[in-house]
């Protein structure tokens, strides 16, 4: 299946080129894509974590929260959105969302933008469509700090405790 990327230079503008994740041609060097993550908080402060399908190539059955690559033409919100209804089912309004932060990686060649929603979410009503996901729970601070020490959550996920201190006061 293609799959479109917009390619970003350094200081994160659209460069007009396009390639297709899955094919032989890579990012050259000063070339990145745009992927999102995000952060959903509930009344009580609990962060939603999800469980990736034992299927995934990389870190089955580990812990994240809702993430993926931004496709040709979507803007970082779109893509968030796009992201949260495929993996969990629940569809967000961009008035729902509050931009945190960019960080750009180096190494993997991306800029990621990091979202805030907060939502009061029963487990019960999250539908897990595209297989990627396939269990959610929600964790308080504590114990988000003590799935990081047991690496129950993927190594890639960008924000930490004060990064989750800072969202509950957003």
């Excluded at 870190?59 to 919100?77: D, F, H």
């Excluded at 939502?119 to 297989?131: H, M, N, Q, V």
Aim: hydrophobic share 35%; aromatic share 10%.
């Amino acid at each position: 299946l293609m799959e479109l990327w917009d390619v970003y230079d350094i200081n994160k503008k659209f460069t007009g080129k396009v390639i297709d994740r899955h094919s032989d041609e890579r990012l050259k060097e000063g070339e990145y894509h745009l992927v999102v993550e995000a952060i959903i908080i509930n009344s009580k402060g609990e962060i939603l974590l999800n469980k990736r399908s034992k299927f995934k190539n990389k870190y089955p059955n580990m812990w994240e929260s809702t993430a993926g690559s931004c496709i040709k033409g979507e803007n970082s919100l779109q893509s968030m959105l796009r992201e949260i209804r495929e993996e969990l089912g629940v569809i967000f309004n961009e008035s729902d969302a509050v931009f945190y932060k960019t960080l750009r990686d180096d190494n993997a060649k991306d800029f990621k933008d990091i979202w805030l929603f907060r939502k009061d979410l029963e487990i019960k009503d999250l539908s897990y469509t595209d297989g990627e996901v396939v269990d959610s729970k929600w964790v308080t601070i504590d114990e988000f700090e003590k799935m990081i020490d047991n690496e129950e959550i993927i190594p890639t996920i960008d924000f930490d405790k004060e990064d989750y201190k800072k969202c509950l006061e957003l």
